[in-house]
């Protein structure tokens, strides 16, 4: 038996397009999606992600950054609408810590075994990480230390990768963040690969010639080094032949032999649909 994956909306973020990807056609401020996993597999259940804790809490970051929610988008809502209550889950993964992605873990109980990179949890208490990493978020990351089977912390730099459950395996990512992963998920169709925010926009980082041969763009927001965040993305679509890729602000699609397939975003299994790259320029002026 294998995992299903249902996506989980989380409502949307507003930011400075420069603080997404470079050289992204037009100025401005852009709206992506936030988005999280629900993988079920019989009575297992496992979250990738928890979004934001509360769409004020984006202002933290500057440059224009606001969150946008709609009550259906909380994430106890978004699993009632799959039947199910925070204690039912198993897990939670954290492709990492930052302000979009760890700030519902709170809902879930002790007794839901957190699952992050060591490292991330380092780093975002490192000082060197700013307001990416809300006090309030890693705070309660820091009080599941201190209770039996409700934290696990994984060594992703110094291993090949570990396994959560049969079918579900994390591996390091190597880029965005120091303690960045990859979760890796076996289902009907063939591997989904969650990659967070190495890959902000698929049209602009993965379907946009440069000037090099075959070669892959980046985000703007990484804080190792850009060679390494190179080799990161270069690893990640070498992952498998083929596979779904899911980032979190944008919409999956299918990798073959290190390239997006055209038309195959249809298909993909939990996708919420729509076009290829929902970073949508929202025409607001530079600011001056
Ligand atoms: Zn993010």
Request: net charge negative.
């Amino acid at each position: 038996m294998t995992w299903t994956v249902h996506t989980l909306d989380l409502g949307e973020v507003e930011l400075n397009q420069r603080r997404i990807v470079p050289n992204g056609e037009g100025l401005g401020v852009v709206r992506v999606p936030v988005q999280g996993w629900l993988l079920t597999k019989g009575e297992h259940k496992v979250v990738v992600d928890t979004g934001f804790r509360n769409p004020d809490i984006l202002k933290r970051i500057g440059d224009r950054a606001k969150g946008i929610e709609q009550p259906h988008q909380r994430l106890i809502e978004q699993l009632k609408i799959h039947g199910v209550e925070p204690q039912d889950v198993n897990y939670v993964l954290h492709t990492h810590l930052h302000i979009d992605h760890a700030g519902q873990t709170d809902i879930f109980p002790m007794s839901t075994t957190v699952v992050v990179n060591r490292r991330e949890l380092e780093y975002a208490v490192s000082g060197l990480s700013g307001p990416s990493y809300p006090p309030e978020d890693i705070k309660h990351i820091i009080d599941r230390l201190h209770t039996p089977n409700a934290l696990w912390l994984l060594d992703l730099e110094s291993t090949s990768g570990e396994h959560i459950l049969p079918g579900i395996r994390c591996q390091n990512a190597g880029g965005h963040t120091e303690g960045s992963m990859l979760v890796l998920v076996d289902t009907e169709q063939g591997l989904a690969v969650f990659c967070g925010d190495l890959v902000y926009s698929v049209r602009h980082q993965l379907m946009t010639p440069t000037i090099t041969h075959n070669d892959i763009g980046l985000t703007s927001n990484y804080v190792v080094a850009r060679r390494s965040e190179k080799a990161a993305m270069k690893r990640l679509m070498q992952i498998a032949p083929k596979f779904f890729l899911y980032p979190s602000h944008d919409w999956p699609v299918t990798i073959e032999y290190s390239k997006v397939v055209e038309g195959a975003e249809k298909t993909l299994p939990g996708s919420l649909g729509g076009c290829w790259c929902r970073m949508t320029s929202m025409g607001y002026p530079e600011e001056a």
